[in-house]
T-cell receptor, first 112, second 115 residues
Framework: SQELEQSPQSLIVQEGKNLTINCTSS?????LYWYKQKYGEGLIFLMM?????EEKSHEKITAKLDEKKQQSSLHITASQPSHAGIYLC????????????FGQGTILTVHP | DAGITQSPRYKITETGRQVTLMCHQT?????MFWYRQDLGHGLRLIYY???????DKGEVPDGYVVSRSKTENFPLTLESATRSQTSVYFC??????????????FGEGSWLTVV
């Protein structure tokens, strides 16, 4: 079965700093999803990457997919307190059902 | 746009009781999923459904039952609740089974405590 490892497990940064969260898969990535979760709330879809080398951005968040390394990274530029939360990566298997295997999550704290 | 809604949001029940968590989506998505989220385990798939009347087991199906008589609803039933089923349950849906451009949307979660 596919396993995803996220690093770091937790991250504390000062507002304005840049940061990167990594997600490494034990198997080939057919699709990689990034979600954000605030405590007590559901998962908010950020972006999805499908092809090796693909890069997507939304506001100050950029995600890349390195297919050869079976890895994805999420980069936040000039972090703000609103970026705080739990970031989860989810990998789609090679089936047609779109089932996701999730990493453990990275807890991000941004100090003003 | 209601999207995907779960009920109840919070539930406390006793060991041995039957509990049903409801999930309703307004998009007519074909695919629906139930996950549970636990500290130390992350999100794990319980059951999923590709269409009405089609369901299949995920990673941790034991102790759970699902049904999908209508496309928009996907209830999850704990037939005889155990303390190990104390968790946060998330329902999700997507329009297509293929990973190509397939966005998977999640509900806000149902907090279940079994005492």
């Amino acid at each position: 079965s596919q396993e995803l490892e996220q690093s770091p497990q937790s991250l504390i940064v000062q507002e304005g700093k840049n940061l990167t969260i990594n997600c490494t898969s034990s198997k080939t990535l057919y699709g990689l999803y990034w979600y954000k979760q605030k405590y007590g709330e559901g998962l908010i879809f950020l972006m999805m990457l499908q092809k090796g080398g693909e890069e997507k951005s939304h506001e100050k968040i950029t995600a890349k997919l390195d297919e050869k390394k079976q890895q994805s990274s999420l980069h936040i530029t000039a972090s703000q307190p609103s970026h705080a939360g739990i970031y989860l990566c989810g990998a789609a298997g090679g089936t047609s059902y779109g089932k996701l295997t999730f990493g453990q999550g990275t807890i991000l704290t941004v100090h003003p | 746009d209601a999207g995907i809604t779960q009920s109840p949001r919070y539930k406390i029940t006793e060991t041995g009781r039957q509990v049903t968590l409801m999930c309703h989506q307004t998009w007519s998505h074909s695919y629906m999923f139930w996950y549970r989220q636990d500290l130390g385990h992350g999100l794990r798939l319980i059951y999923y459904s590709a269409a009405a009347d089609i369901t299949d087991k995920g990673e941790v199906p034991d102790g759970y039952v699902v049904s999908r008589s209508k496309t928009e609803n996907f209830p999850l039933t704990l037939e005889s609740a155990t303390r190990s089923q104390t968790s946060v349950y998330f329902c999700a849906s997507s329009s297509q089974g293929s990973v190509s451009g397939n966005t998977i949307y999640f509900g806000e979660g149902s907090w279940l405590t079994v005492v």
